[in-house]
């Protein structure tokens, strides 16, 4: 479980809850901000995107209501004839409607047409194939509501015949739909669509058609393409868009999870929050710098790991990873066997070895079942996999060791702040607090815990004590400035955040937490659309952190922002390979997925360009508050 964060670690919209450090915080408004909103990226449930000569830009259709866009122009004659299919044809949707449909009375009835061939339409005038096809489409109606599929594809066919009509490909498709027969059904929608690329039903059928067929990516563009046609008025279409969305993230994310070098930790500034989240403990006696051990050991072993550790960088991480391991295959630990398995199991769950750090856990334990904080860091991955109840029951037995130790209320309190149970979690982190005062992420937790409860005077009240006694911790300037910022408090927000960049460099010049950086780039984009300056800071976050998932991802949404979807699907793509965990892998391909079937939908269909230009203006009521940092 995390350290303090201004945001509770997310209930993602595509993965399981994830118990994650403390930089969620700025990931947690972007999951958060897309599941409340229904807006992941730019289209789950909500969000219609807009082509324009600027670029592509985003309409909420949460607060305000959208201008209807531009319709093609159709002549009179058209828009008779698609308003009587409509009502006449729409047999997929409802059978009986075939049996109310007028008849004209100069066509004759379906058996006494003339037979229908290749050869025989062609000594047919115009009016004759017209007056044929209809009789012919009217009768595969009457089959179709009958349920008697292949009678109606031989009407179907034989209409289409006499004259090619997006409708009459349709409901042929509707048939083949009905015997899934789902090849055939995306060959005729496809023919539907080449003669009318904004047919919203041929579209979703072949949607569905492609889903079935295990063609994702192509049903998810379709239905992309179907809710910007239907302004996003569907539920189901716009429901399947985020179902095909997760589906497509699956399988992509299978591929990076095989292609994934197990040994990879994440960034620096995620390892620092994780280890930090735990009270730092003196060398276990006999590991101390001032011991000689020798590194072919595994006490050295231990010995080097610990040191390394101390630097906060990623060279020193991925040392200390690796001295773990070896104390382990060297042995002869004697009593400090417990500890590293702890440690092992510590970075294997960093690393996203989950089942293999669960084991080194359990042996800790097993060595030393006083060693309470085996306990809590196996807690702590349980309800990373979304077992709540495995880590309930791990804190429980850790109290029931040492009902003493601060650092399990702490993480007990935590569990409580991911599911939202506020009043419990407040409960705890007092209560860590009143058994230790000196750490200070209890009393940063205590307040933003107070915020969420909606005691905003209490919260600034416990962040001017912690500024007071904590004065040289980065951390409270950052969380203080992040609800500053929430209460769009721009001038003060920015203020905390410098303080805290600036005791960074100051503390730790080698092992910098980028976050207020990244939290300032928010501020300013959020209170002047500075999208140059918000960039700048976040490629310095890069420099600083070049394997910062939450970097990468706010660069990402600043670019979509602006329109820039290439340029930001790049980011997208990157934070999935950052990401740590399936569930994390999921979500960040999401992301990434949403706008690649953006920049795929404006190839494709070029001419919706031209239908949503009239909802440009709408954009603009989207401003800097529809931004992710906008909320939480």
């Given at each position: 479980?995390?350290?303090?964060?201004a945001?509770?670690?997310?209930?993602?919209?595509?993965?399981?809850?994830?118990?994650?450090?403390?930089?969620?915080?700025?990931?947690?408004?972007f999951?958060?901000?897309?599941?409340?909103n229904?807006?992941?990226?730019?289209?789950?449930?909500?969000?219609?995107?807009?082509?324009?000569?600027?670029?592509?830009?985003?309409?909420?259709?949460g607060?305000s209501t959208?201008?209807?866009?531009?319709?093609?122009?159709?002549s009179?004659?058209?828009?008779?004839?698609?308003k009587?299919?409509?009502?006449q044809?729409?047999?997929p949707?409802s059978?009986?409607?075939?049996?109310e449909q007028?008849?004209?009375?100069?066509?004759e009835?379906?058996d006494e047409?003339?037979e229908?061939t290749?050869?025989?339409?062609?000594s047919?005038?115009d009016?004759?194939?017209?007056e044929?096809?209809?009789?012919l489409?009217?009768a595969?109606?009457?089959?179709?509501?009958?349920?008697?599929?292949?009678k109606a594809?031989?009407?179907?066919?034989?209409?289409?015949?006499c004259?090619?009509?997006?409708?009459?490909?349709?409901?042929?498709?509707?048939?083949?739909?009905?015997l899934?027969?789902w090849?055939?059904?995306?060959?005729d929608?496809?023919?539907?669509?080449?003669i009318?690329?904004?047919y919203?039903?041929?579209?979703?059928?072949r949607?569905?058609?492609?889903?079935?067929?295990?063609?994702?990516s192509?049903?998810?563009?379709?239905?992309?393409?179907s809710?910007?046609?239907?302004e996003f008025r569907?539920?189901?279409?716009?429901?399947?868009v985020?179902?095909?969305?997760?589906?497509?993230?699956e399988?992509k994310?299978?591929?990076?999870i095989k292609s994934?070098?197990?040994n990879?930790l994440?960034?620096p500034?995620?390892?620092?929050?994780?280890?930090?989240s735990?009270?730092?403990k003196?060398?276990p006696e006999g590991l101390?710098?001032?011991?000689?051990l020798?590194?072919?050991?595994?006490?050295?072993?231990?010995?080097v790991g610990?040191k390394a550790?101390?630097?906060?960088?990623?060279?020193?991480?991925?040392?200390?990873?690796n001295?773990?391991?070896?104390?382990?295959e060297?042995?002869d630990?004697?009593e400090?066997?417990?500890?590293?398995?702890?440690?092992?199991?510590t970075?294997?769950?960093?690393r996203?070895?989950?089942?293999q750090?669960l084991?080194d856990?359990?042996k800790?334990?097993?060595?030393?079942p006083?060693?309470t904080q085996?306990?809590v860091?196996r807690?702590?991955?349980?309800?990373?996999?979304g077992?709540?109840?495995?880590?309930?029951?791990?804190?429980?037995l850790?109290?029931?060791q040492?009902?003493?130790?601060?650092?399990i209320y702490?993480h007990r309190?935590?569990?409580?702040f991911?599911?939202g149970?506020?009043?419990?979690?407040?409960?705890?982190?007092?209560?860590?607090?009143?058994?230790?005062?000196?750490?200070i992420?209890?009393h940063?937790?205590?307040?933003?815990?107070?915020?969420?409860?909606?005691?905003?005077?209490?919260?600034m009240?416990?962040?001017?004590?912690c500024?007071?006694?904590?004065?040289?911790?980065?951390?409270v300037?950052?969380?203080y400035?992040?609800?500053?910022?929430?209460?769009?408090k721009?001038?003060?927000?920015i203020?905390?955040?410098?303080?805290?960049?600036e005791?960074?460099?100051q503390?730790k010049?080698?092992?910098m937490?980028?976050l207020p950086?990244?939290?300032?780039a928010?501020?300013?984009?959020q209170?002047?659309?500075?999208?140059s300056?918000?960039?700048?800071l976040?490629d310095?976050a890069?420099?600083?952190?070049p394997?910062c998932?939450?970097a990468?991802?706010?660069m990402?949404q600043l670019l979509?922002?602006?329109?820039?979807?290439?340029d930001?699907?790049?980011?997208?793509?990157?934070?999935?390979?950052?990401?740590?965990?399936p569930?994390?892998i999921?979500?960040?391909?999401?992301y990434?997925?949403?706008?690649?079937t953006q920049?795929?939908?404006?190839?494709k269909?070029?001419?919706?360009?031209a239908k949503?230009q009239?909802m440009?203006?709408?954009?603009?009521?989207?401003?800097?508050?529809g931004?992710?940092?906008?909320?939480?």
């Amino acid at each position: 479980m995390s350290r303090a964060a201004a945001a509770p670690p997310p209930m993602p919209p595509l993965g399981k809850p994830i118990a994650v450090p403390v930089q969620s915080s700025v990931w947690d408004r972007f999951t958060n901000w897309a599941s409340e909103n229904k807006a992941l990226v730019y289209t789950i449930a909500g969000v219609a995107v807009v082509v324009s000569s600027a670029g592509v830009v985003y309409y909420l259709n949460g607060d305000s209501t959208p201008r209807p866009a531009a319709q093609p122009k159709l002549s009179k004659k058209e828009r008779r004839k698609r308003k009587e299919a409509e009502r006449q044809a729409d047999a997929p949707k409802s059978p009986s409607l075939a049996g109310e449909q007028p008849k004209a009375p100069t066509v004759e009835p379906a058996d006494e047409l003339p037979e229908i061939t290749e050869d025989t339409i062609a000594s047919f005038t115009d009016e004759q194939r017209r007056e044929y096809a209809l009789q012919l489409k009217n009768a595969g109606n009457k089959a179709y509501g009958a349920k008697d599929y292949q009678k109606a594809i031989d009407l179907y066919t034989k209409a289409i015949l006499c004259k090619p009509d997006s409708i009459f490909y349709s409901n042929r498709a509707a048939c083949y739909n009905a015997l899934s027969v789902w090849d055939k059904v995306v060959q005729d929608t496809t023919a539907a669509i080449s003669i009318d690329p904004t047919y919203v039903k041929a579209l979703n059928r072949r949607a569905n058609a492609y889903e079935h067929l295990s063609q994702f990516s192509e049903s998810l563009l379709d239905y992309t393409a179907s809710c910007i046609i239907d302004e996003f008025r569907t539920e189901s279409s716009t429901n399947a868009v985020e179902r095909l969305l997760k589906k497509v993230a699956e399988q992509k994310a299978e591929d990076i999870i095989k292609s994934k070098d197990p040994n990879k930790l994440p960034s620096p500034t995620f390892v620092s929050n994780y280890i930090q989240s735990f009270r730092s403990k003196p060398r276990p006696e006999g590991l101390e710098d001032d011991v000689e051990l020798s590194e072919s050991t595994g006490k050295g072993q231990l010995q080097v790991g610990l040191k390394a550790m101390e630097r906060k960088t990623h060279e020193g991480y991925e040392e200390a990873a690796n001295a773990f391991e070896k104390a382990l295959e060297y042995g002869d630990l004697g009593e400090h066997e417990a500890v590293a398995y702890n440690l092992r199991g510590t970075f294997r769950n960093l690393r996203g070895s989950q089942e293999q750090a669960l084991q080194d856990m359990d042996k800790s334990i097993q060595l030393d079942p006083a060693y309470t904080q085996s306990y809590v860091k196996r807690a702590s991955m349980h309800l990373e996999m979304g077992d709540r109840e495995s880590a309930a029951e791990d804190l429980e037995l850790a109290l029931a060791q040492n009902p003493s130790d601060p650092d399990i209320y702490y993480h007990r309190a935590q569990l409580h702040f991911i599911h939202g149970e506020f009043q419990d979690a407040a409960k705890d982190y007092q209560k860590s607090i009143d058994l230790d005062t000196s750490f200070i992420f209890s009393h940063i937790q205590l307040g933003v815990t107070q915020y969420k409860m909606g005691s905003v005077a209490s919260s600034m009240a416990t962040f001017r004590r912690c500024v007071k006694n904590f004065e040289k911790v980065p951390d409270v300037y950052n969380y203080y400035g992040e609800l500053l910022l929430d209460q769009t408090k721009f001038d003060e927000a920015i203020q905390k955040f410098d303080m805290a960049m600036e005791m960074e460099k100051q503390t730790k010049p080698m092992a910098m937490n980028v976050l207020p950086l990244i939290n300032k780039a928010l501020a300013l984009f959020q209170q002047k659309s500075d999208f140059s300056e918000a960039e700048k800071l976040c490629d310095k976050a890069l420099i600083i952190d070049p394997e910062c998932d939450i970097a990468v991802a706010t660069m990402a949404q600043l670019l979509l922002q602006q329109g820039k979807i290439t340029d930001a699907l790049k980011y997208f793509e990157r934070a999935a390979e950052l990401a740590r965990t399936p569930g994390e892998i999921v979500n960040a391909l999401s992301y990434a997925e949403a706008t690649r079937t953006q920049i795929e939908v404006q190839e494709k269909y070029p001419q919706l360009a031209a239908k949503l230009q009239g909802m440009g203006a709408g954009a603009a009521a989207m401003g800097a508050g529809g931004f992710p940092g906008a909320g939480r």
